[in-house]
């Protein structure tokens, strides 16, 4: 079985970074049994339950835009680190986050592709002008 490129594999963590500011999900290679764990919790039960989150969940719609990530490779795993900012501001102050995920992108997925399976996200919020 050939060994997918780690290009590939970072090119499928961008498509979920991208999801996240544009809520259209179409185009993430989750694989079927994807999830998502986010500080520790369960908030991804599945590649489609992941998709409709990112397409219509109120969670990521007040989410404006993502920094460009800081990708790394070790093994399975894609790490990317980014910040994102939120469209809702309170006295002229917006929220942020810094992110830290992990993307788990085996380099021999039987599919013979790129697929997310799973995502573990660490967040730290800020305030921002």
Avoid: W
């Amino acid at each position: 079985m050939p060994v997918i490129a780690d290009t590939d594999r970072i090119a499928a963590a961008q498509a979920y970074i991208s999801a996240l500011a544009s809520h259209d999900a179409d185009a993430v290679p989750f694989a079927p049994g994807c999830t998502r764990v986010e500080v520790g919790l369960k908030t991804g039960f599945s590649g489609n339950h992941l998709r409709r989150s990112l397409n219509r969940g109120l969670q990521y719609r007040v989410i404006e835009s993502v920094s460009t990530p800081e990708f790394s490779v070790d093994g399975d795993t894609v790490r990317a680190r980014f910040d994102l900012s939120t469209k809702p501001s309170l006295a002229g102050r917006k929220v942020g986050a810094h992110i830290d995920e992990t993307f788990l992108i085996p380099a021999d997925d039987p599919s013979g592709r790129a697929q997310i399976h799973h995502i573990n996200a660490s967040i730290r919020p800020f305030l921002t002008r």
